[in-house]
């Protein structure tokens, strides 16, 4: 049972001490005034002890909050972030209580989001290293010869690898904050085609359709982050896309320096349900498989550095992923 609070209502702690102090007098005088027909140390020790039963109550009830937060403090120090405090008072105390949960809430999920991104980076890593490591046996063993095929298959592990290191690299750097924005003006369509060439194999046959309106288009933006947002969405879209058809389409956005990009598959799209989710770590859209799980994640911190929105449209067939970046 909880220890009653009769002045939680009150918005000062300095009013509750000093409605404390006069509660405390008063119980004590009208006490010493009952027992004053009693010898006076009997009378004297009778208001005492009421005056303390009655500070007692009211001040455990202003204080409790502090020994919770001590006990909470002392409780995740140990890894136990489930502890809360009762924070119904409306006083500066009452304030600190809620202050505390909040940093209790936000720490439980920083340390939620260690523990998952410590096993996703292990599993993601566990792949490709045993898949190297069973080639580069193989090759050591004899049993395998060091031909070609047998190397393209350790170097397609070794990319993959690096590619989940720098992904968790640039990830991290945007997590913290630490990417400066450096926006310019620049001509879209260029940009674009320049950000597929560089993104695409020339020998593969893909079909990577830009249509930017109008095609004089231009736009205020990181070109760098841009360009990894770009590059990160084609590249989910030749992933899991029904074939290597992907239409980039650009436009004007609601005022000067502003863009709108659409880039649209005609994969199996994502249900409605799964849409916020594919923009976490180590979330893959649909069915296929391949990529490191951060291509969107990172796409998304750096649509929010430039303050813009990023999201999967309802579409017919396919999926669109739209991209907004708002005007300068």
Not at 119 to 139: D, F, G, Y
Not at 214 to 236: G, K, S, Y
Not at 251 to 258: D, K, R, T, V
């Amino acid at each position: 049972m909880a220890w009653p609070r009769p002045l939680d209502p009150l918005r000062s702690f300095k009013v509750k001490t000093g409605l404390l102090v006069v509660t405390s007098v008063f119980a004590a005088s009208v006490t010493f005034w009952f027992a004053s027909k009693w010898q006076f140390r009997f009378a004297l020790g009778v208001a005492l002890l009421v005056s303390l039963a009655v500070t007692q109550v009211l001040a455990h009830g202003m204080t409790s909050p502090l020994r919770e937060m001590t006990a909470a403090a002392r409780a995740m120090a140990t890894g136990d972030w489930s502890r809360r405090v009762r924070s119904t008072s409306r006083d500066e105390i009452g304030e600190l209580a809620q202050a505390f949960n909040q940093m209790a809430e936000d720490l439980e999920a920083d340390d939620r989001y260690r523990r998952e991104l410590i096993a996703n980076v292990s599993h993601e890593l566990r792949t490709p290293i045993a898949a190297l490591q069973a080639v580069l046996e193989n090759v050591v063993d004899g049993v395998a010869d060091p031909d070609p095929a047998t190397l393209r298959t350790a170097l397609d592990q070794t990319e993959r690898l690096g590619a989940l290191v720098r992904d968790l690299l640039d990830l991290s750097r945007l997590e913290a904050g630490v990417v400066p924005v450096h926006r310019t003006d620049f001509a879209v369509d260029p940009f674009l085609r320049r950000v597929v060439d560089e993104h695409t194999d020339p020998t593969a046959a893909v079909d990577i359709r830009i249509d930017v309106q109008p095609a004089t288009l231009r736009a205020t933006a990181d070109t760098a982050r841009l360009h990894q947002v770009v590059a990160n969405l084609v590249d989910n879209a030749l992933r899991h896309g029904a074939s290597t058809q992907v239409l980039v389409r650009a436009e004007a956005g609601a005022g000067p320096g502003s863009l709108v990009l659409d880039v649209h598959d005609d994969g199996p799209g994502i249900a409605r349900q799964d849409r916020a989710g594919v923009f976490e770590r180590f979330t893959r859209g649909g069915a296929a498989g391949g990529g490191t799980g951060l291509g969107l994640a990172i796409a998304r911190w750096a649509v929010d550095l430039h303050d813009g929105r990023i999201g999967v449209l309802d579409t017919q067939s396919g999926c669109c992923i739209r991209v907004e970046l708002p005007p300068t």
